[in-house]
């Protein structure tokens, strides 16, 4: 099979009906097994939780990386193309080594007739390139949930919870301690659990689980693992101290920006000290450490891109992948900072170009922003987008008033709309779907990262 013979192929499973995903979902330990067990050669970690696990995983395969272990990582959702759920240390497979392992799985699917969700074909294409890269360390990210995730079939024994918030409710229940039941499914008899800050609910749903388990090591953020923050990097730059029950790390950069990153940030370096502590590896020291985490990017979140050009515009876009609620509340702060003193309710410099699916609560992530900043309101290519349209009639009436809010019909249409109303050298935010910014990415002429 060639590349597009594989995309096309996983966008055709991604249409399937969720019974139909959920009855295939059984089938993907056998058709490892069928495939050798490529996963029994690799040591590492699961990434579960609501918001953070993208960049937690990514600070964890610098720290493996930097002790020098060659490292998989398996992120989800991809942004721009599937190659991006397939990488070593750090970087997207090639499109030629995504579609040998792609046909490698697809052979066995056919041979043994075990047919896979979308999420376990990824799998294991994943960890059949691992094997033919030689990867000796995975860092594996769950989709949603915890318990049902794909990704657990490969049995690691250390669990991350970066955390827990209201997202895919639809799935994972109402409330904050049934989506904390749901992420904390994913931990298994003999675990080390890495626990992130939870909130009251979802900390009392999460031990009422972990209760359950015997021979469980736990660390968790302000209790086992320390983080502190200050000044002493170049020109006065923030470093961070990050201590773990395995050691301390002394001003380690934490590249991502936002103060959220700083906790990520210790999750990540926690979970490569407890792969150390179950013997799977090895301690870095403290300059290594420092080049990885420093070389450490993650696209789409709080991405400034300072010289964006799209048509005869030129600007400043910032791409954020927050799809919840909290990620939104999370994140704007920060982008209140970018935008600068320049902005005003008069004389706007920013505009946010917004998409979700269906199944978020869209009119609470949009809540969260600055009413002065013009809205473009727009859907992407995923069949589960919300209509503009509703979404606009979803907004208060205040905010649907003027030019407060507009629709376009696709993510290129509404970043030019944006730029239009931002003006030369303005800002446009893009967020509300991590899909809108792999399409703005598409868009604007960035290539997979």
């Known amino acids: 099979m060639d590349y ?65 272990q060659r490292v998989g990582s ?17 970087r997207p497979v090639s499109r030629a080594e995504f579609a040998a392992a792609f046909t490698e799985v697809v052979a066995a699917i056919e041979e043994h007739h075990l047919p896979l969700s979308a999420a376990g074909l990824c799998t294991a294409v994943a960890v ?42 639809d799935l994972l229940g109402g409330t904050l301690a049934q989506i904390a039941r749901a992420k904390a499914g994913a931990v298994r008899d003999g675990d080390h659990v890495v626990l992130g800050r939870l909130d009251p609910q979802a900390q009392t749903a999460v031990e009422e689980v972990l209760a359950g388990r015997t021979g469980l090591t736990l660390w968790q953020v302000d209790r086992h693992i320390h983080c502190t923050a200050r000044p002493g990097g170049t020109a006065g730059a923030t470093v961070l101290d990050v201590a773990t029950p395995r050691g301390e790390h002394r001003a380690v950069p934490c590249p991502l920006p936002g103060t959220h990153q700083h906790h990520n940030l210790a999750l990540g370096l926690a979970a490569a000290a407890a792969l150390a502590e179950r013997g799977h590896a090895r301690i870095p020291t403290d300059e290594p450490l420092r080049r990885a985490l420093a070389a450490t990017r993650w696209p789409g979140r709080l991405e400034l891109l300072t010289d964006a050009r799209l048509d005869g515009w030129h600007g400043r876009v910032l791409l954020d992948g927050a799809h919840n609620p909290q990620g939104v509340a999370t994140v704007v702060p920060e982008i209140e900072r970018i935008a ?61 008033a003027g030019a407060g809010a507009v629709t376009a019909p696709d993510t290129a249409t509404a970043l030019r709309r944006a730029a239009d109303l931002v003006g030369p050298g303005g800002l446009v935010v893009v967020l509300g779907s991590l899909r809108l910014v792999g399409e703005s990415r598409t868009a604007l002429g960035l290539p997979p990262a």
């Open 128 to 169: 059949a390139h691992f094997r033919r890269a030689g990867a000796t360390h995975v860092v594996a990210e769950a989709s949603i949930g915890g318990r049902r995730s794909a990704v657990r079939a490969l049995e690691l024994d250390v669990k991350v919870i970066t955390g827990v918030g209201l997202d895919h409710t």
């Open 74 to 90: 398996m992120p989800s959702p991809h942004l721009q193309e599937p190659r991006e759920r397939v990488r070593i240390d750090g």
């Open 4 to 68: 597009q013979q594989c995309t096309d192929h996983l966008r055709e499973l991604y249409r399937l009906p969720r019974t139909e995903r959920d009855a295939r979902r059984g089938n993907l330990p056998e058709l490892l097994t069928a495939l050798g067990r490529p996963q029994d050669g690799l040591r590492g970690a699961m990434v579960v939780g609501t918001n953070g696990k993208g960049s937690t995983a990514a600070f964890a395969v610098a720290a493996l990386s930097a002790s020098g």
């Open 340 to 400: 600068g003193a320049a902005d005003s309710p008069r004389t706007p410099r920013a505009a946010v170009v917004f998409a979700a699916t269906r199944s978020k609560d869209a009119p609470a992530m949009l809540a969260a922003l600055p009413d002065r900043w013009p809205l473009v309101l727009t859907r992407t290519g995923s069949p589960d987008a919300s209509d503009p349209a509703a979404l606009h009639t979803g907004l208060p009436p205040a905010r649907r």
